[in-house]
């Protein structure tokens, strides 16, 4: 097992920093939930500092979030796996380094205010909500929404708000966001969203009109205007218009 790891170090550039030991960094936000905290531990070790994953804050959530619980019975048992998984609808959730990233790249600080695009399972919101945000997610899928609301209630995760409705108009009640996150793929990105981003926030998005591969972006807000980044090469779900009861 160590020459693996030690394959899987040299692969990725390096270890950053020791995975944070049970208890510690952990922000008073939920109802503390030790359920296959090894696992956990064991995907930061292996899955996220060997790939660059540094920010003691984003390892922290990433232990404290328990991923198993956002996730359909049948693949409950896969949760800690090095890939996406199935959440039904035709939807994943996605890979624990694929969020851990763009948590990291989000740059998210404690009480600052957070939009996700693409709710999904509520996982994500679960991990921003950790580092202190208030999270506004949008999941146009009405049967999923559902389900992540309930599960985010069910951990004790209040500062998650989640609404049935289309990601591409944002949401303008709650705007200026100080980051924003699509967890779904545009073809380009919606104008509507960078406009609900505050000067000095960023905006990271699975961006392309590619079904199979897009690529991750960070754009972020100066006052001179927006400036982008292309970070690497991501698979996500098509965001799609409209939205859908089941
Ligand atoms: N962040 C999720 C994973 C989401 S998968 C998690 O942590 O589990 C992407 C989600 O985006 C899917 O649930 C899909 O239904 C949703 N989606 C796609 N287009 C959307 C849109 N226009 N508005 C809101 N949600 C959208």
Redesign the pocket.
């Known amino acids: 097992m160590r020459g693996g790891l030690l394959a899987l170090l040299i692969a990725f550039g390096g270890c950053r920093s020791k995975p944070a030991p049970a208890g510690e960094g952990r922000s008073e936000v939920t109802q503390r939930s030790f359920e296959r905290e090894d696992e956990r531990a064991q995907m930061i070790s292996r899955q996220l500092e060997t790939r660059g994953i540094d920010d003691p804050r984003v390892l922290a959530a990433m232990l404290a979030v328990p991923r198993h619980r ?1 996730m359909p019975a049948d693949v409950a048992d896969r949760a800690y796996e090095d890939r996406p998984q199935p ?1 039904g ?1 035709d ?4 890979q624990p380094y694929i ?1 851990a990233l763009m948590t990291q790249l989000a740059q998210v600080e404690a009480g600052e205010t957070v939009l ?10 679960a991990v921003l909500a950790e580092l202190g945000a208030t999270v506004f ?5 009405g049967a ?1 929404a559902r389900r ?1 609301e309930a599960t985010l209630r069910e951990l004790g995760y209040t500062k998650v708000e989640v609404r049935h ?4 108009a944002g949401w303008v009640e709650r705007a200026p966001f100080d980051a924003i ?1 699509l ?2 793929a ?1 073809p380009s990105v919606p104008e509507a969203l960078t406009d609900q981003l505050a000067v000095g926030g960023r905006l990271v998005a699975p961006v392309g009109r590619d079904r199979g591969w897009q690529q991750l972006v960070v754009i972020e807000r100066s006052r001179e205007g927006l400036v982008r980044e292309r970070v690497l090469d991501v698979s ?8 859908t009861p089941e």
Do not use: C, K, N, W
Not at 165 to 168: L, N, P
């Open positions: 956002f959440i609808h939807v994943t959730i996605s969020v996700e695009v693409g709710t999904g399972s509520g996982y994500q919101a997610t949008i999941e146009r899928i999923l992540a409705g289309d990601g591409y996150l967890t779904a545009p996500f779900v098509p965001m799609l218009p409209g939205t």
